[in-house]
């Protein structure tokens, strides 16, 4: 089990990274199973307007894994933590928060912790809850999430491999799905399962209806993780929110479609400046 072992400065724990030279600061926050260099297709249309901050969260990329704490990080409030961590080590006000996947419901719920830090949102194939429930489409029975589970468990290597190009999808750029696997397997096995439990059996369906920011939700066409009803759901049920349908296919948009984020990104931050 792996538990927190010393106390680290925030910006080294979580490896931030600031790019930029504008007065408004956009955080991006990476999904399961990446880290901050999956930004790196997005992030230079923004660097002459906004500052930009980039962070890993513990057990992830360039992080300290000493400061790694199994039980913190069981649930997404440890790395709703570590969101506002950065945010008050920083003196962060204002910010524009980007959100890939598990991260925009971490982002939520950072949000509705201390809304003070923050002024917009935005959420990539992001979902309140993976599970089907009755009339609620979340893409996945619960067996299913099990076995996903049981599989990290016994072949690792192999679920990775397995998933990460399906994940990825758009087959016809094979290099796309390779690095996410590759993202996959360089994650500390025991991280990563309790990572995917925290967030594949998450349920936050309930905690959207306090939301107060401002927010942009990109769903995909295409996406085994998120499927459109998902963005459905959160049009409905997701106070102060715009929904974007994408041309954009599969679970990685800011990788495999960077240009129309971008533009959806830019339309939003101009609309929300100018209202």
């Excluded at 991280?191 to 925290?198: L, P, V, W």
């Amino acid at each position: 089990m792996l538990t927190q072992k010393t106390a680290f400065p925030i910006s080294i724990r979580n490896n931030v990274k600031i790019l930029g030279s504008g007065s408004q600061t956009i955080l991006f926050a990476n999904g399961f199973g990446c880290d901050q260099n999956m930004w790196r297709y997005v992030t230079p249309s923004f660097e002459a307007d906004y500052r930009i901050i980039l962070f890993d969260y513990v057990g992830s990329g360039g992080s300290d894994i000493a400061a790694y704490d199994s039980l913190r990080y069981s649930t997404l409030r440890g790395y709703t933590k570590d969101v506002l961590e950065i945010c008050q080590e920083l003196d962060l006000s204002n910010v524009i928060f980007v959100g890939h996947s598990v991260s925009g419901m971490v982002g939520l719920l950072a949000a509705i912790e201390q809304p003070k830090f923050f002024s917009k949102m935005i959420m990539i194939s992001p979902s309140p809850c993976y599970i089907n429930n009755g009339d609620y489409i979340g893409g996945f029975e619960r067996k299913d999430i099990e076995g996903l589970l049981e599989m990290m468990d016994k072949n690792y290597i192999g679920w990775a491999n397995f998933l990460g190009p399906h994940i990825m999808s758009n087959a016809d750029r094979p290099q796309l799905g390779e690095e996410l696997t590759e993202s996959f397997c360089s994650t500390d096995p025991l991280i990563a399962r309790n990572f995917a439990e925290a967030t594949f059996l998450s349920d936050n369906r309930q905690d959207l209806s306090l939301n107060t920011i401002e927010t942009l939700v990109l769903q995909s066409s295409e996406d085994m993780i998120a499927p459109t009803e998902i963005g459905e759901y959160l049009a409905s049920n997701l106070p102060h929110s715009t929904l974007q349908f994408m041309d954009a296919t599969g679970h990685c948009p800011h990788m495999s479609h960077p240009e129309e984020v971008i533009g959806l990104m830019k339309n939003f931050l101009v609309r929300e400046s100018n209202a």
